[in-house]
């Protein structure tokens, strides 16, 4: 865990994006962050230390990327992973053997994973509740719940969930609120201003941006929720390498510019399908008849570039993503290459199909996580690949 300081809020979004977290490097000037490619710390004697005594605990590089990314969430800690998972799992060391946990129905595969194959055999159980609807999540709290976790705009049906009034349920019960914002990214969506105690975010997505390494981070305003994240940091132990914490930050550099790009295409992108495929098969939160989309306007100052589309069956969907030549059919999302994937058959790939029936992830769905590359090679790019259906 690292605390911000006060100099990491100077400036815009872009400024702290570029600077927050790091100064140049003591021993040379360095501008860049060194990568600290090390495992453990030189002690003057006996208790006495730089701060650094191994590096599972803590490494220069890391805490870079922590401080640079708790800056932009508007939080004061943040706490860096080896994986979005190996973050969440870590999260949820919080809580113990009969806690109960509220999570959204349509969460990243993943996380449903985690939930329903390992954790809910260690004591902790979960009702999962469609979180569009404030009264529904209200109605499932318990007198055990413990958590809130929630995710929005949703993977890939882009539902999306209204974060203040998720904090005012959470709070009526002593509950955690937590936030995947791994979609939205803190410059389009900042849930610790809206009343989350934990947001946490697959560093390897937007973050990141370049699609070279996997990471995870959560940032939290509290010290004593830091403290305790940072103690379960370290005894579980699931941190990231420091080249990736470089990495991670490197990305996070352009993370205003690519999101102001991934935005201006999402948008573009969207409206041309709209007019091409007609309404009801286009899912993206910037288009007026998304039904959420006044709080999607309210919520978030931007729409990004993930989007879905219903081309009615798995067979065209298969057609579609094997006839697109500058998108690629991939798993992941948020780098700044264009890629497609199969919801159904890939990241939903473990959410079992009476799950999947229920909230209406169909096999002819596929999903659009739109690059910075030129607009208009995007779109050439989906208007051949729609041509052959
Ligand atoms: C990818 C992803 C995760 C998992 O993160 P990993 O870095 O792949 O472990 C969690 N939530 C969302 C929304 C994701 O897209």
């Not at 081309?311 to 998108?327: D, I, T, Y």
């Amino acid at each position: 865990m690292t605390r911000i300081f006060d100099e990491d809020l100077a400036g815009g979004m872009s400024t702290r994006a570029i600077h927050a977290g790091q100064r140049p490097d003591p021993v040379s000037g360095a501008i860049m962050t060194p990568v600290y490619l090390t495992s453990t710390y030189v002690q003057d004697g006996i208790g006495l230390n730089k701060g650094y005594e191994y590096a599972r605990g803590k490494n220069p590089t890391r805490q870079a990327l922590e401080r640079n990314v708790a800056t932009l969430e508007g939080g004061r800690h943040g706490l860096a992973f080896g994986s979005g998972m190996g973050c969440l799992d870590s999260i949820m060391k919080l809580f113990r053997a009969g806690d109960h946990i509220v999570c959204g129905e349509n969460v990243y595969g993943g996380t449903f994973r985690l939930f329903d194959r390992i954790l809910k055999h260690m004591g902790l159980s979960f009702s999962y509740v469609d979180t569009r609807d404030p009264q529904r999540v209200a109605d499932a709290m318990t007198p055990t719940t413990r958590a809130l976790l929630v995710e929005t705009p949703t993977n890939p049906l882009m539902w999306l969930t209204d974060l203040a009034a998720m904090s005012e349920i959470a709070k009526r019960h002593q509950a955690l609120l937590i936030v995947d914002n791994t979609f939205a990214t803190p410059i389009f969506q900042r849930p610790l201003e809206l009343g989350a105690d934990i947001v946490w975010h697959s560093t390897t997505k937007y973050l990141n941006g370049h699609s070279d390494m996997i990471g995870g981070i959560a940032v939290v305003l509290e010290d004593d929720l830091a403290d305790r994240l940072q103690f379960i940091l370290n005894a579980a132990g699931a941190v990231p390498g420091p080249f990736d914490a470089w990495l991670a930050l490197r990305g996070t550099k352009t993370l205003p510019l690519r999101m102001r790009q991934h935005d201006l295409n999402g948008r573009q992108i969207a409206a041309w399908l709209l007019d091409r495929l007609g309404a009801e098969r286009v899912i993206y939160p910037g288009l007026a008849n998304h039904p959420q989309h006044e709080l999607a306007a309210r919520q978030m100052s931007g729409f990004g570039g993930m989007m879905t589309l219903d081309l009615g069956s798995q067979e065209n969907a298969n057609r579609f993503l094997q006839a697109v030549r500058v998108f690629s059919l991939a798993e992941s999302l948020g780098g700044v290459e264009s890629l497609t994937n199969h919801p159904y058959t890939m990241t939903h790939g473990s959410v079992p199909v009476e799950v999947k029936e229920a909230m209406g992830l169909t096999d002819g769905m596929v999903r659009l996580s739109c690059g910075v590359e030129d607009v208009e090679d995007l779109i050439e790019d989906l208007d051949g690949a729609l041509k052959g259906l």
